[in-house]
């Protein structure tokens, strides 16, 4: 991967974000291929932690949807 | 969170939280392009993890 | 397979491949205009012109048409060939030099100016159209004309009728020469439009095969036969031809299939009203819409992506109204008498989604008659649109929409409230449609000997409301009556329950138990991961290098076995999976394909059917969150497979068997509240074969039913009422409790125990389920001088009156109703629902006893939804005069010897009138018991009323967010008999689903508590929405928090929340997703 490209570590709860992000590749939308998804059960998973280990083992940003 | 980040010396633009519904795809696709071009933005200055001056003590 | 060189490298192709097929494959790029997929090459356009040399000589070849064959050496990046591309390109820009798509590749192969001399045409006769027409079968038009004058046209140039004007040869034309307009002008006799998409009410156009909606079940793409090429002119089959899995057959034919039942349930639905018949809406002008076409519009996955405009130019729209009752409430311009019931609540929701999408400079109207808002928190709906979001709503029928001259704007002419004749323009106007049944449904339930009702809705009783006339048969949704998503939703439930009533004996005779396989038991072994990625025919492969991710995922540690399938959800491969998985004894699976939303069970199966715990799994998405988002960027694709490989495979190695706890279920029920939501639930249940305790805390049953007169079809309520009592009282799997109090509820789903002092005498009866029906109380008015004379009276006094035959009504003059009495107003802002059909009915009455009697009703809104309009219809054709009045300016009652004097202000004369009657009826608000006590029991919500909080308002309106635990009748919110009773069944078929076994499951991945760590602070206890966590209260963990298996969801929030890491989320616990975290960015 060229170093320019930044990795985004995403936490996406199933039943939400998860099941959008689905229908965006039923419906053949784009967007940039920068996202890592994690799917948790609820983003009352959630934990500061996660964000914090994240963006130590070096993701370029966290982005958590619910 | 985004404090305490800033306070680390993390810019809190490399934290986004976001409400999606699931049938919001279009929202998903907005968000994600947003998230990620914040993200370069940042990319492009100097060095990443470096913030001058924390606001917040 | 033949192996050949291109550009010096050696490559693979099957027999009869043509070169650019190859170089495709190879990622050689070779331009070509004239050559598609689904039609056979014809070397047209020179193009794609290479070098071939043959052992002896170089030779020029149109490579789209050319076959491969053993030892060929081919060169494209030579001089010599970029040359000869490079002069075609000149030609080809002399002859269309005003082309886009020609101009477009001459520059990216850097021609920019042609040496020849320009013509003026579109058209490079690629003969993609005339070959693609030939395949569909059409042959309408052909190359034409020699040399110089060689064009596409049809035979002697005229219009035929052998164009089917199917579009394929615009879809095909590489320059845009071939259009929609062209096709119509120059091709066909037949009418050339695009195919409108049903679903977004033909604001977009859609393909002869497709998928109805994004989310239609089944997800399967169906054929239009009526515009499909093949079914119209015998040719094209692409389709079959290039499905991979052979799944489309163009023989297959209607089939009779006769099954054999033992009950019927009708559910077709309804149509929208179309508005085209009306001439005065101008629907045919593009800013007059549809509610449905409104609905679409906003929609975030509609054809506009939720961006509001204006149809005519696609500005967005400064102002929009909605006219109210198009299609509904009208007998002389449609034959649709009754109200819809749901089209004020669905424009009040599109005025203020449109407010929330375009801000709130966007003026939105309501055009309306009487605001209809009578279902549960309706009401504050409508007042925070009117109040906080700012919807204009103005009382006045719109006869007609004027466009504006020379504008886009369209004008509305009104008569205000005073009489005011006033005009406005908007930008938008909307058609608020109503429901009706449509032709063939009239049709088909006059085969099926079923009776319909005036407005040709499915004929119910109120005692009975899914029952059609015809015995076992029973309908529900709007089919029934015109009714919103909650109340279908009911319906639909209790017509399953009613269906089940009369089939009870057959339960589960029909059953087939799977035969289960012995688990493995994996612990204490050493990780063996196999890692099956799908290409999922060319939607993953497309895009993501599979082979490349296969090879990386064999390096990753603890990886035994990976492997690639065509369909990895396909029948065949799960079977071959089982054996890979028994055959490598493989103990951790990572599947990469599409969704685990809608795949995972199945391949869990597979892993039980592999004897493996089918919790050993991880699931990534590489389709829909990869190849299909990212398709312009193969190479990045690729990388994030990778990683989401590679995170995967992390957490399948941490993820430990899990087991679904069993739990009993107890078959008995118990049903608190013996009224008639109660005593219906209490029987359908019995009539179920279950065992039922009701339990009442009067020493009658009946409810609030003992106090009403009639029903509003007029059917006589305490004839019913006894029957149904005698029922109850006589069925043999019913145990009454009268006089009973709820003394504590212990337990959770299956397992409730309760104990109940009955007649001041305690005892304990096990449950596996609850129906709470413990229904509401008429509200006593403060105001309105009640019970300050005895002429003024409540709704169910003047039914007692009816029903003790009281003289003295014979004797009145003058009656008055005074409606929203405690309803609709600060404090208890929600309407009572039945008080308006009430006191028509009753008004309806008295004229009956005295049809000189002066009788009045007054009123805020005439909420007579559904076919209980006719009512109101009546009751003005029989002289019962309706003046309204508002919240700001209530009647005043003033009590006088020989009258009650009331003054409201007439809102047409605008100015005070005294009534002066003998009786007044005040429609007092229903309110709820709000019995805390039984909500803490069962651990059920409140909302602010005092009305209980279903789970979800459409989707499980009979049961509450605890399992176990279900909801029905007035305790929900104030409704009518037959909305009751439907409940009841609701309610019951909810139950049922849970008593029919005899144990369930919980799922694997729950929360669990390390007592060791736990400190007792009770975060989990109090954060928990469904309850779950509890202290402990004896054994050696007293006092330390514990979950409850049964009860526990999994979201995870106990887990985050627990401050000494004592919580574990299986399947999702901390260090999992850690590791996770820990392999998104390789190791270094």
């Known amino acids: 991967m060229a170093d320019n490209e930044p990795k985004i570590l995403s936490f996406l709860c199933n039943w939400c974000s998860y099941g959008a992000a689905d229908l965006a590749g039923v419906s053949r939308m784009e967007y940039p291929s920068n996202i890592r998804v994690i799917r948790i059960p609820c983003t009352g998973r959630m934990s500061p932690k996660f964000i914090l280990a994240g963006l130590r083992q070096g993701a370029d940003a966290v982005w958590v949807s619910g | 969170m985004k404090n305490l980040l800033e306070h680390m010396g993390i810019e809190p633009e490399r934290l986004h939280f976001s409400w999606i519904s699931s049938a919001e795809s279009t929202k998903f696709v907005d968000v994600a392009t947003k998230v990620t ?13 470096v913030k001058t001056k924390p606001k917040v003590a | 397979m033949i192996t050949f060189k291109l550009n ?106 042609t ?101 239609a079940v089944p997800n399967t793409p169906v054929i239009d036969r009526d515009v499909c090429m093949h079914f119209k002119a015998g040719g094209c089959r692409i389709c079959s031809e290039i499905c991979p899995v052979n799944a489309i057959d163009h023989s297959m034919e209607d089939e009779t299939v006769e099954l054999e039942v033992g009950s019927v349930i009708l559910s077709p639905g309804f149509e929208p009203f179309d508005p085209s018949g009306l001439d005065f809406y101008n629907y045919d002008h593009p800013n ?124 509305l002419r009104y008569a205000a409230e005073n009489g005011d004749i006033k005009t406005d323009k908007f930008d938008i106007v909307v058609l608020s449609i109503g429901l009706q049944i449509p032709p063939e449904l009239i049709a088909m339930s006059r085969d099926l000997g079923i009776d319909l009702s005036p407005g040709n809705f499915c004929q119910t009783t109120t005692f009975d409301p899914v029952a059609t006339s015809r015995q076992g048969i029973f309908a529900c949704g709007a089919f029934q009556g015109p009714k919103d998503i909650p109340q279908s939703v009911i319906d639909s439930s209790a017509a399953a329950s009613a269906a089940a009533e009369i089939l009870a004996d057959s339960r589960n005779t029909r059953t087939k138990e799977k035969e289960a396989v012995p688990e493995r038991n994996v612990l204490g072994e050493r990780p063996r991961i196999g890692i099956f990625i799908c290409r999922c025919g060319t939607n993953i492969a497309g895009v993501v290098d599979v082979p490349k991710v296969v090879e990386y995922a064999e390096s990753l540690p603890f990886v035994e076995y990976v492997d690639e399938n065509m369909f990895s959800c396909s029948q065949d491969t799960q079977e071959n999976m089982a054996n890979i998985i028994a055959d490598k004894e493989l103990n951790r699976i990572v599947v990469a394909a599409c969704t685990p939303k809608t795949h995972e069970p ?34 990045l694709a690729t990388e994030k497979a990778k990683d989401l490989v590679r995170m995967a495979v992390a957490k399948v190695a941490q993820m430990q068997p899990l087991e679904e706890t069993e739990l009993s279920i107890n078959q008995t029920a118990m049903v608190v509240g013996g009224g008639i939501a109660g005593m219906s639930a209490a029987k359908s249940l019995a009539d179920q074969g279950f065992e039922t305790h009701l339990v009442e805390r009067d020493d009658h049953l009946g409810g609030q039913a003992v106090n009403l007169h009639h029903t509003a079809k007029g059917e006589p309520v305490a004839e019913n009422l006894a029957q149904l009592i005698s029922r109850v009282t006589s069925h043999d799997r019913i145990k009454l409790h009268l006089n009973t109090g709820i003394q504590n509820v212990d337990g959770f789903v299956g397992n409730f125990k309760t104990i109940l002092t009955e007649n001041g005498k305690e005892q304990e009866i096990e449950h596996g389920a609850a129906v709470l029906a413990t229904g509401a109380q008429p509200h006593t008015p403060d105001e309105y001088s009640y019970e300050k004379d005895k002429r003024i009276i409540t709704s169910l006094e003047l039914d007692e009156k009816f029903r003790q035959k009281d003289p003295s009504l014979e004797k009145i003059n003058g009656a008055a109703f005074i409606q929203c009495v405690g309803s609709r107003e600060p404090g208890r802002m929600y309407c009572s629902r039945v008080c308006c059909t009430h006191s028509i009915e009753n008004a309806i009455e008295l004229k009956h006893k005295n049809p000189d009697m002066n009788v009045y009703i007054l009123y805020r809104d ?5 076919e209980k309009e006719y009512l109101y219809k009546q009751a003005r054709q029989e002289g019962v005069i309706f003046i309204r009045y508002t919240l700001e300016d209530k009647p005043k009652v003033e009590v006088k010897d020989k009258s009650i004097a009331i003054t409201v202000t007439d809102h047409i004369l605008n100015r005070p009138v005294e009534l002066n009657v003998d009786l007044l009826t005040l429609a007092t608000a229903i309110v709820p018991f709000a019995d805390e006590k039984l909500a803490n029991f069962f651990k059920v919500p409140m909302n602010e009323d005092g009305f209980f909080i279903e789970r979800h308002a459409k989707l499980g309106p009979a049961e509450f967010a605890t399992d176990g635990v279900y909801l029905c009748g007035m305790a929900h919110y104030p409704k009518p008999i037959d909305e009751s009773i439907a409940q009841a069944k609701a309610a019951v078929s909810r139950a049922v689903t849970l008593l029919s076994r005899t144990s369930i499951f919980s799922s694997g991945t729950i ?39 049964a009860l526990c969801k999994g979201c995870g929030l106990c887990t985050a929340s627990c401050r000494s890491g004592a919580i574990h989320l299986k399947g999702f616990d901390t260090d999992q997703i850690m590791s996770q975290i820990f392999e998104m960015n390789e190791a270094v």
């Open chain 3, 862 to 866: 005439i909420r007579t939804y559904g």
């Open chain 3, 115 to 215: 040496r020849f001399t320009k013509g003026a045409d579109t058209c490079i006769i690629c003969g993609l159209c005339t070959r693609v027409c030939e395949k569909m079968g059409a042959r309408a038009i052909s190359l034409t004309g020699r040399g110089i004058d060689t064009k596409v046209d049809t035979a002697y140039s005229l219009n035929t009728e052998a164009c089917f004007a199917c579009g394929a040869c615009a879809f095909m034309c590489p320059t845009g020469h071939i259009t929609l307009d062209r096709i119509k002008e120059h091709f066909t006799t037949h009418r050339a439009e695009p195919i409108k998409s049903e679903y977004d009410v033909g604001l977009q156009g859609r393909k002869p095969i497709y998928v109805p909606y994004a989310q």
């Open chain 3, 288 to 411: 007059v819409i549809t509610s449905m076409e409104m609905e679409r519009m906003l929609s975030a996955s509609g054809p506009t992506g939720g961006h509001l405009i204006r149809l005519s130019d696609h500005q967005e729209p400064k102002k929009i109204a909605w006219l109210q009752c198009v299609g509904s409430r009208d007998m002389n311009r449609c034959d649709n008498a009754y109200c819809s019931s749901v089209c004020c609540m669905y424009a009040v929701k599109e005025a203020v989604i449109a407010k929330e999408h375009a801000g709130d400079a966007l003026d939105c109207s309501i055009f309306y008659m009487d605001m209809r808002t009578p279902g549960k928190d309706f009401e504050k709906f409508y007042d925070n649109a009117k109040n906080k979001s700012g919807v204009n709503f103005v009382r006045s029928r719109v006869h007609t929409i004027t466009p504006v001259q020379g504008s886009d704007e369209l004008e």
């Open chain 3, 1007 to 1045: 929360a669990e508590v390390d007592p060791v760590f736990c400190a007792s602070c009770g975060v989990c206890v109090s954060i928990c929405p469904y309850n779950a966590p509890s202290f402990a209260e004896e054994g050696r963990n007293a006092g330390k928090a514990q979950i409850n298996p």
């Open chain 2, 37 to 49: 071009e914040a993200v370069k933005s940042l990319e492009n200055k100097e060095k990443k993890f």
């Open chain 3, 602 to 635: 199945l391949f869990q199966e597979t892993l039980t059917d592999a004897g493996l715990n089918k919790y050993l799994f991880e699931m990534t998405n590489i389709r829909n969150q990869d190849s299909w988002v990212h398709k312009n960027n193969p190479g």
């Open chain 3, 8 to 113: 010096g490298q050696t490559v693979q192709g099957e027999e009869g491949q043509y070169i650019i097929d190859v170089a495709e494959q190879y990622g050689v790029e070779i331009p070509t205009l004239c050559n598609h997929k689904a039609l056979e090459p014809a070397g047209m356009c020179r193009i794609c012109a290479v070098e071939v040399f043959d052992g002896r000589r170089t030779r020029f070849v149109t490579s789209c048409n050319y076959p491969i064959w053993e030892g060929m050496e081919v060169k494209t990046d030579t001089k010599l060939v970029s040359e000869g591309r490079k002069l075609i390109l000149e030609l080809l820009l002399a002859r269309c030099p005003e082309t886009p798509a020609i101009r477009e590749l001459a520059d990216k192969y850097g021609v920019t100016e």
